[in-house]
């Protein structure tokens, strides 16, 4: 059974940083491509980010130059840098990983962005 844990939400004002993190547990070989989604409220869930097992990243335009996705493979771990926040990014924020043939999904964490 994979499970996928989540951590790093919360408030932050205007211009901020928060830093998300998932990790991943379970009984697996490896894992390939790595994502995170956000959905706000009313919205559609929208895709943020996602990097390769080979490292290749890519972004939503939104966030492009203020948002780093990275990966650590020894630790089965995904994470999101985001700075200069915006309100616009608040959002519930899901990792999402692709290991074997299936897609797992974190439960969420809230990130607010508010002065």
């Given at each position: 059974?994979?499970?996928?844990?989540?951590?790093?939400?919360?408030?932050?004002?205007?211009?901020g940083s928060l830093r998300l993190s998932c990790a991943a547990s379970g009984i697996?070989?490896?894992?390939?491509t790595m994502r995170w989604y956000r959905q706000a409220p009313g919205k559609q869930?929208?895709?943020?980010?996602?990097?390769?097992?080979?490292?290749?990243?890519?972004?939503?335009?939104?966030?492009?130059?203020?948002?780093?996705?990275?990966?650590?493979?020894?630790?089965?771990?995904?994470?999101?840098?985001?700075?200069?926040?915006?309100?616009?990014?608040?959002?519930?924020?899901?990792?999402?990983?692709?290991?074997?043939?299936?897609?797992?999904?974190?439960?969420?964490?809230?990130?607010?962005?508010?002065?």
């Amino acid at each position: 059974q994979v499970q996928l844990v989540e951590s790093g939400g919360g408030l932050v004002h205007p211009g901020g940083s928060l830093r998300l993190s998932c990790a991943a547990s379970g009984i697996f070989f490896s894992i390939n491509t790595m994502r995170w989604y956000r959905q706000a409220p009313g919205k559609q869930r929208e895709l943020v980010a996602s990097i390769t097992s080979g490292g290749s990243t890519n972004y939503v335009a939104s966030v492009k130059g203020r948002f780093a996705i990275s990966r650590d493979d020894a630790k089965n771990a995904v994470s999101l840098q985001m700075d200069s926040l915006k309100p616009e990014d608040t959002a519930v924020y899901y990792c999402n990983m692709n290991i074997g043939l299936r897609d797992y999904w974190g439960q969420g964490t809230q990130v607010t962005v508010s002065s």
